[in-house]
């Protein structure tokens, strides 16, 4: 079973590839990001179309049961009774694959196109390949250069992590919009003792900079905080000009100081 759900996602995986390639207003949002073609491709970046039914159809006609979509978390099925078909999770968003730290797709992580959309992050659900609070986006490419390194640089959204990689910041990882957890926190120690934390520079980010700094702390790892200039977000600097963002990150501070 477990065979069958990673070559579903696999398949989605491209699905949401082909759709990007067709749809315009979805690339030039990535290309006015500052993500260049090649990013796109090598991130495997992809776009679920504004329908209900689009990718459900399309793998139910290659062969796939309504049984496998659903427990690979890319459809949801509807109330008992209500007679109707189950539904994509992911419509009108930029789809992120999540995957294992092989390389595997194990998730997507879509996030939304249009301002009304709420959330504006969604990632799969768990699945017996997912666990939302253990994976990390990025560490199948970050984890041989954290290592090398001795530090990993955490970023919130998927936007901010492709472009930092782009920078030559490769040692980057991000949580996909969900707070970092004990786990997270646990895999990367296993890597680097040392990590850089690079957050929002607004009220948001930095709440969850003393949470994950709290957490940090406490597993014995050695803390420091990028201070991003007032409402800017690592993309916003990236975009401007990379070599600010390297220098953000050198003149980072240890935590305590930085709160204190």
């Given at each position: 079973e477990k065979?069958?759900?990673r070559e579903v996602l696999d398949v989605a995986a491209q699905f949401f590839e082909k759709e990007l390639k067709e749809n315009k207003s979805a690339e030039e949002y990535l290309l006015?990001?500052?993500?260049?073609?090649?990013?796109i491709k090598t991130w495997h970046i992809g776009y679920a179309p504004a329908e209900w039914r689009a990718l459900y159809s399309t793998l139910l006609s290659t062969g796939f049961s309504q049984e496998i979509l659903i427990k690979a978390g890319l459809i949801?099925?509807?109330?008992?009774?209500?007679?109707?078909?189950?539904?994509?999770?992911?419509r009108d968003r930029l789809v992120f694959p999540l995957s294992d730290a092989t390389g595997q797709v194990i998730a997507f992580s879509g996030r939304a196109l249009s301002k009304d959309t709420e959330p504006k992050y969604l990632n799969s659900p768990e699945?017996?390949?997912?666990a939302k609070h253990e994976t990390l986006y990025g560490l199948d490419k970050a984890k041989e250069k954290i290592r090398r390194k001795n530090y990993a640089v955490l970023?919130?959204?998927q936007i901010d992590l492709v472009l930092s990689h782009q920078a030559g910041v490769d040692n980057t990882v991000a949580s996909s919009g969900t707070a970092f957890t004990a786990?997270?926190?646990?895999?990367?120690k296993r890597l680097s003792q040392r990590i850089i934390l690079a957050f929002d520079g607004d009220k948001a980010g930095e709440t969850a900079a003393e949470k994950a700094t709290g957490l940090a702390l406490a597993l014995g790892l050695e803390v420091?905080?990028?201070?991003?200039?007032?409402d800017a977000d690592p993309a916003d600097i990236v975009k401007k000009d990379p070599e600010v963002w390297k220098e953000i990150l050198r003149q980072s501070k240890p935590?305590?100081?930085?709160?204190?």
């Open positions: 065979d069958k759900i006015a990001r500052g993500l260049t073609p090649e990013t949801k099925a509807v109330e008992a009774g209500a007679g109707k078909e189950p539904y994509d999770v992911f699945t017996v390949l997912f970023v919130e959204g786990a997270h926190l646990e895999r990367l420091k905080i990028a201070d991003l200039p007032k935590a305590i100081e930085y709160f204190l």
